[in-house]
């Protein structure tokens, strides 16, 4: 069994309104022994701005994990994790950002294709959407390449919101670019995610295994589990199947941070 979510979300992301407590005692209950909480921070255009996302605010979610890491101390470990989305919109603060805290691990992401949410580009035609899904995969590459990050989330989140607007836009079309983002990952001994928070509405995890495989065929050999839950009921949804792809696709299992170290989980014994 899997016993570490490594993307977890609580109110302390905009979009979440999970308390802390709650997500550890349904983590308990699960019999998990970790979880990553990895709240949002999301860089905008230069002229935008949004008030959660400052270092302050990263400070007091810190400062309510390490008061639960008390209050659970021998049931749970929480680590204190942040999800960065598109770093490379602002690289100087991201960079700041990342050496300013201790986070145990970081996840990167790209939600915001030309500055907008990727969940409101279902008004695009062919060519704005082929834009966008370049845009998307040259700002992963990007990220890839030269952010200081310890996994990539949801290497697909366009298959999501593509779902969402009727139709399916697989980035597996451009397996050229992915794979370049894949390789860039695998020689900087990166991790890639497996996001189960699809499989609550469609047959596939972010990414697929296929796009996984050619992660092995790159030389990846790490991977992290995260359900993405912003939700307490949502906290290692699928595990599962998430296990059995990885066994699937070659690796040798799954792996975990803690302090930003990364340590691989095997069935059965440790390395
Ligand atoms: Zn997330």
Redesign the pocket.
Known sequence: MVDADL?V?SNMSPDSRETLDDICLKAIKLGLKTIAI?D?YEFYWPERRHPVFNFKHVEEGQEIIEKARIRYNGELNILFAI?IGQPHFDFHTAKKLVSSFDFDFILASFHKVGGTDLMSHDYMNEDERKRALYEYLDGLLIISELFDFDSL?HLDLIKRYSLKAGRIERIETEEERVREILRALAIRGKALEINTSLLRDYDETMPSAEILRWFREEGGERITIGS?AHKREHVAYAFDCAERIIRDCGFKGYTIYEKRKARIICPGREE
Request: aromatic residues 0%.
């Open positions: 993307h979300h990895s949002h999800e989330a993405d």
